[in-house]
């Protein structure tokens, strides 16, 4: 059973406009969150993450929400760039994992349109 | 950021063949992993070490084997290479502290024929 869901595969929006990726879970016991963004034929870069004990990060255009009690994140880019499009992956780790595995989901794939 | 580097980048062999692909890392990170990643689908954790002689199986059942004989160097080796172990493998290595941060190689695309 996935512990990590990103029910969305795939999100298209204008440049300039605001991508809201979102993402679920189901291990409550889940402590840190985090984002990645991957290119075909690349490795995952990490972009943000998100401890358990806040409910926001900011890094530039590049926003993480988490609202523990319903067991949602979500990764807000403002403005989106076409260089933003690829597929982002929503990551957590805690729990019966312990801190040092990361769970992921299956990804979704975002296209900026110019 | 970890500077992870992974080779080949591709690689295109036929069923039976000894593989291995490597990984390394500058950072002198002490915990790495191997993941495997198929299109559409999410990353699964195959290996992982903490430390230099440390070797542990991951989430996913898989029939290759690692080692950590250096900190820096965490090679994953596939004995006879079958068409189900077609895949991309992504290495990744982590700074200490209790919550982790992965920082990932570009990753071998693997293809058997």
Same mark, same amino acid.
């Given at each position: 059973?996935?512990?990590?869901?990103?029910?969305?595969?795939?999100?298209?929006?204008?440049?300039?406009?605001?991508?809201?990726?979102?993402?679920?879970?189901?291990?409550?016991?889940?402590d840190?969150?985090?984002?990645?963004?991957?290119?075909?034929?690349?490795?995952?870069?990490?972009?943000?993450?998100?401890?358990?004990?806040?409910?926001?990060?900011?890094?530039?255009?590049?926003?993480?929400?988490?609202?523990?009690?319903?067991?949602?994140?979500?990764?807000?880019?403002?403005?989106?760039?076409?260089?933003?499009?690829?597929?982002?992956?929503?990551?957590?780790?805690?729990?019966?994992?312990?801190?040092?595995?990361?769970?992921?989901?299956?990804?979704?794939?975002?296209?900026?349109?110019? | 950021?970890?500077?992870?580097?992974?080779?080949?980048?591709?690689?295109?062999?036929?069923?039976?063949?000894?593989? /291995?692909?490597?990984?390394?890392?500058?950072?002198?990170?002490?915990?790495?992993?191997?993941y495997?990643?198929d299109?559409?689908?999410?990353?699964?954790?195959?290996?992982?070490?903490?430390?230099?002689?440390?070797?542990?199986?991951?989430?996913?059942?898989?029939?290759? /084997?690692?080692?950590?004989?250096?900190?820096?160097?965490?090679?994953? /080796?596939?004995e006879?290479?079958?068409?189900?172990?077609t895949?991309?493998?992504?290495?990744?290595?982590?700074?200490?502290?209790?919550?982790?941060?992965?920082?990932?190689?570009?990753? /071998?695309?693997?293809?058997?024929?």
């Amino acid at each position: 059973d996935q512990q990590v869901k990103q029910n969305s595969p795939s999100l298209s929006v204008q440049e300039g406009r605001i991508s809201i990726l979102n993402c679920d879970y189901t291990n409550s016991m889940f402590d840190y969150f985090l984002w990645y963004k991957k290119y075909p034929a690349e490795g995952p870069t990490f972009l943000i993450s998100i401890s358990s004990i806040k409910d926001k990060n900011e890094d530039g255009r590049f926003t993480v929400f988490l609202n523990k009690s319903a067991k949602h994140l979500s990764l807000h880019i403002v403005p989106s760039q076409p260089g933003d499009s690829a597929v982002y992956f929503c990551a957590a780790s805690g729990g019966q994992g312990g801190s040092e595995k990361l769970v992921f989901g299956k990804g979704t794939k975002l296209t900026v349109n110019p | 950021e970890a500077d992870i580097y992974q080779t080949p980048r591709y690689l295109v062999i036929g069923t039976g063949k000894k593989i /291995t692909l490597e990984c390394s890392q500058t950072m002198g990170h002490d915990k790495m992993y191997w993941y495997q990643q198929d299109p559409g689908m999410e990353l699964h954790l195959i290996h992982y070490s903490y430390g230099v002689n440390s070797t542990e199986k991951g989430d996913l059942s898989s029939e290759s /084997t690692v080692s950590r004989i250096r900190t820096e160097h965490f090679p994953l /080796t596939l004995e006879s290479a079958r068409p189900s172990h077609t895949s991309q493998y992504l290495c990744a290595s982590s700074p200490p502290g209790p919550a982790d941060t992965q920082y990932f190689g570009p990753g /071998t695309r693997l293809t058997v024929l």
